[in-house]
Structures are given as structure tokens and as C-alpha cells.
């Protein structure tokens, strides 16, 4: 493990990102719209996802701040701007130009009834801006994570200068109630007022409400990544949060049929319980990390490394495998099964190629060889 590295941070991001994994596989069967679908749709699993939605890109987010200040130690703001411009814009190239089209293939080929095939398409429309579809094409999909993670780490390189300043204001607002209390009231806010009307649109030049949302739990990020007092509260009172997240979440569940996405006071009180949901379920995972995880270990190190390559690959397999098996209609575990063991098997071949071929490592997501 590399030195200075926290492994209870390390473990958040791995297990963030394997969710992400079964959220998107979840994708396929729930009602809700994606680029593909099973032929077997589960309203059941509108439930456990949407418990997950509220957190699981905040977290992700948060976590992406924390690195990012823990960069600061070997880094300049020049020097971070750069490097994470490769980091980050390289594999969003390549994934926008060779790992999402297969996607968007599939989603005019069940949407709209393309009859041509990928090579096709891919030449003759994707890569010729051909709107005709109803689709943005070419598209960056789930890699609009990474188009954010790098605007948000071209901002933090640019205000640099300013992290004295934002340390010495956490260190009075973040390391007590406060860590529990203001991130509710701001993410309450941004939902209450920004959402409606607007909501998400994964549009980097039109997506106010994400942005506000996303730049805010980044600065959090930032803000509590070397404050220990904050951590330290957050595993003394973990068994308290908890409490409050089991609080809030039966709350949600009893109200959201009557208050969610509501006009008025209800809809906006609804906003904030939602966020006290999210936040309480984020600072008890920090919590019981911390309290927990002391020491990394070779296999969390490896695991680490391979969440960015995986997360590039793994909606690309999801879709593809997916369309490809539902004319069969397998029952719908057997198909599932073989949709996660396909996507995993991907997943960890392309991290393997990766290692082992210099000029993949930077597009599929790893650091450049040594």
C-alpha cells in the first residue's frame, strides 16, 4: 500500500464503486428508463434502489474530494491540474469514442429498431454527431462522472490557495454537530429549490442542480479529509448516526408516496428529509470505517486500482450481455447470474490487459507504467 494511503477511505470507494455495479445491473430490470431491458421487469426493486439513490454518487463524490486533497501533499496546483487531466481526460476520450458505443447501439437498436450493425453504426452515425435517433450521439453515458470529477478538480486546482482558509472553517464547523447538520441543510436546499423543474440532466453545460449538489459534496470532501477531530467524532457517535439513518429513512419510506415531488411546503420538507437520509447513511459509513478498517492490505491495494478500469468497463458489458440474452428469456435469476459473472469476468480481463499492455494503462484508467 502506498504510503499515507487510509484504508477505511479506500474501502468506501472499492465498496461505493461495486455497488455501482449492482445498481446498474438492477437497471435492467427495474421500470425506470436506461439504454436496455430485460424482458422480466421487477417492480420489486424500485425499493432497495431507491433507498441507494439519495448516497451512493454523493459518496462517490465526497471520496473523489478527499483524494484529491490528499494530493496536495506531492503536488502543486499546476502540477494536480495536469495530472489529473490525463488521469481523467484520457480515459474519457476513449470511452467516449470506443467503450460507450456499443450502448448507445443497443438503445437505438431496442428503442428505435436500427437494423444495422455496431461497425455500422459506429462509423456512420455515432461518430457523425447523427442526432436523427433522439440520442445525443457521440455520448460520454456513466462516464459523466469522470467529465465532473475532472471540472470539479480544474475549479479546486484554480482556488487552491484558498484550502488554509476552507481548513480553519471546517475545523469550527465540520468536526462536530455541524459535520451532521450543515451538509443536510445544504443539500436540503439544493433539492428543495434548484431541483424542481430542472432536476438531472448529466449535461455538464446545463446541470445546475447536480453541479450545486456534486461541487458542494467535493468541497466537503476537500474540507474533512485531514480534519481528525471530524473523523473521530464521526466513529465515536456511529452507533447514534445510525439511529438517525434508520430515523430518517422510515420516515421517507411512510411520506414519500404523499410529500415526494410535491408543489409546496411538503415537497420542500420532504427535500430536506430526503438529504438527512443521505447524509446520515454517508457519516456512518465514514464512521464504522474509521472505527474499523486500521490497516490496508495487498488485496485491498490491488482492489483499489481496479475500481477505475472496472467502473469504465462495466455498463458496456451490463447493456451488451443484456441484449444479447434476453431473446431467450432465461428465468430471470439464471439471467442475472450470468449478466454479473459476464461483467465481472470483463471487468477484471480489461484490468489485466491493462497491467499488462503499457499503452492501455492510461486509457483504461490506471497510472502510466514506471
Not at 21 to 44: D, N, Q, R
Not at 65 to 83: I, V, W, Y
Not at 204 to 229: E, K, M, N, P, S
Amino acid at each position: 500500500m502506498a504510503a499515507g494511503r487510509r484504508p477505511d477511505i479506500d474501502v468506501l470507494r472499492v465498496g461505493a464503486f461495486f455497488l455501482l455495479i449492482l445498481y446498474h445491473l438492477g437497471m435492467f430490470y427495474v421500470p425506470w428508463g436506461w439504454h436496455a431491458k430485460s424482458t422480466h421487469i421487477l417492480p420489486e426493486l424500485q425499493l432497495p434502489m431507491g433507498l441507494l439513490n439519495p448516497w451512493r454518487l454523493t459518496l462517490l463524490f465526497l471520496i473523489s474530494g478527499m483524494a484529491t486533497r490528499f494530493m496536495s501533499a506531492n503536488l502543486a496546483p499546476a502540477g494536480l491540474a495536469a495530472q489529473r487531466s490525463w488521469r481523467l481526460g484520457i480515459p474519457l476520450l476513449f470511452g467516449i469514442l470506443v467503450v460507450v458505443p456499443p450502448q448507445s447501439w443497443v438503445e437505438v437498436v431496442e428503442k428505435h429498431g436500427y437494423a444495422g450493425g455496431l461497425l455500422e453504426f459506429w462509423t456512420a452515425h455515432y461518430l457523425m454527431f447523427d442526432h436523427g435517433f433522439g440520442v445525443i450521439l457521440p455520448t460520454y453515458n456513466h462516464l459523466w462522472f469522470i467529465a465532473y470529477l475532472w471540472l470539479y478538480t480544474l475549479i479546486a486546482a484554480a482556488l487552491w490557495k484558498m484550502l488554509p482558509a476552507l481548513d480553519r472553517l471546517a475545523a469550527r464547523a465540520l468536526t462536530g454537530p455541524g459535520l451532521l447538520v450543515i451538509p443536510v441543510i445544504l443539500f436540503g436546499g439544493y433539492r428543495a429549490f434548484l431541483f424542481p423543474g430542472r432536476g438531472e440532466t448529466h449535461i455538464i453545460w446545463d446541470d445546475l442542480y447536480d453541479h450545486a449538489h456534486y461541487l458542494t459534496t467535493f468541497v466537503l470532501g476537500l474540507a474533512i479529509a485531514r480534519q481528525d477531530d471530524a473523523w473521530k467524532f464521526l466513529a465515536k457517535y456511529r452507533h447514534l448516526i445510525l439511529a438517525g439513518v434508520a430515523a430518517t429513512a422510515t420516515m421517507a419510506l411512510l411520506l414519500s408516496g404523499t410529500w415526494e415531488d410535491k408543489h409546496g411546503w411538503r415537497g420542500q420538507a420532504f427535500a430536506f428529509l430526503r438529504a438527512g437520509y443521505a447524509w446520515t447513511t454517508i457519516c456512518a459509513l465514514m464512521g464504522y470505517a474509521h472505527h474499523h478498517i486500521r490497516r490496508g492490505s495487498k488485496l485491498l491495494s490491488t482492489l483499489s486500482e481496479a475500481v477505475f478500469p472496472f467502473y469504465i468497463i462495466h455498463q458496456t458489458t451490463i447493456v451488451v450481455t443484456g441484449h444479447f440474452l434476453s431473446p431467450y428469456r432465461l428465468p430471470v435469476l439464471l439471467e442475472a447470474g450470468i449478466i454479473l459473472a459476464a461483467t465481472v469476468a470483463i471487468c477484471v480481463a480489461i484490468y489485466v490487459l491493462a497491467r499488462a499492455v503499457p499503452a492501455l494503462r492510461l486509457p483504461l484508467g490506471l497510472k502510466p507504467a514506471a
